[in-house]
T-cell receptor, first 111, second 115 residues
Framework: GENVEQHPSTLSVQEGDSAVIKCTYS??????FPWYKQELGKGPQLIIDIRSNVGEKKDQRIAVTLNKTAKHFSLHITETQPEDSAVYFC??????????FGKGTSLLVTP | GAGVSQSPSNKVTEKGKDVELRCDPI?????LYWYRQSLGQGLEFLIY????????KSGLPSDRFSAERTGGSVSTLTIQRTQQEDSAVYLC?????????????FGSGTRLTVV
């Protein structure tokens, strides 16, 4: 089955700096790669996703890149703000199967 | 409703008792998923329902765990003879169609504590 590795497990940045979280996956059939943000006491919330026919996608301060050859994808957050502090999960999947999630990255943005 | 609703939000039960966790997905969403999140851990897949197809039960950790989805809507996750290692947050999610077509919308979870 699919195995998703995510690192780092914790990340601390200063407000205004950029944050990068990286994930690798094992199943070359995976074609959908979403990212979720989980705040304390809440369920994860989808923030951005990318499909295998696209190399990069941006939405304001967040962007995701995908390298299918190397089987890795990354989340980039620019101009970080304290409200970006949360746990971020990457996931990988393909049609007919539930998503497999990484173990999460706890991001702390300090003022 | 506007989102995925889970109940109860918190459940404390004695070891050996059975528990039922409920999930109300977003109306019209054909796919429904259950995941388990242990303290500080990632999301562990449990079971996936898609329309009228047989569910994918490959993630259920033991035969003490079962789930059903009635009428293609509400789902119940049942844990029989609970053990302390079952303590976790149980998350339900739904999506408009299959998992690789649309993103999931998660509920806020049920925090289960087995004492």
């Amino acid at each position: 089955g699919e195995n998703v590795e995510q690192h780092p497990s914790t990340l601390s940045v200063q407000e205004g700096d950029s944050a990068v979280i990286k994930c690798t996956y094992s199943d070359s059939a995976s074609n959908y790669f979403p990212w979720y943000k989980q705040e304390l006491g809440k369920g994860p919330q989808l923030i951005i996703d990318i499909r295998s026919n696209v190399g990069e996608k941006k939405d304001q301060r967040i962007a995701v890149t995908l390298n299918k050859t190397a089987k890795h994808f990354s989340l980039h957050i620019t101009e970080t703000q304290p409200e970006d502090s949360a746990v971020y999960f990457c996931a990988a999947g393909n049609s007919g199967y539930a998503l497999n999630f990484g173990k999460g990255t706890s991001l702390l943005v300090t003022p | 409703g506007a989102g995925v609703s889970q109940s109860p939000s918190n459940k404390v039960t004695e070891k050996g008792k059975d528990v039922e966790l409920r999930c109300d997905p977003i109306s019209g969403h054909t796919a429904l998923y259950w995941y388990r999140q242990s303290l500080g851990q990632g999301l562990e897949f449990l079971i996936y329902f898609q329309g009228n197809s047989a569910p994918d039960k490959s993630g259920l950790p033991s035969d003490r765990f079962s789930a059903e989805r009635t009428g293609g809507s509400v789902s119940t996750l049942t844990i029989q003879r609970t053990q302390q290692e079952d303590s976790a947050v149980y998350l339900c999610a739904s999506s408009l169609d299959g998992p690789a077509n649309y993103g999931y919308t998660f509920g806020s979870g049920t925090r289960l504590t087995v004492v």
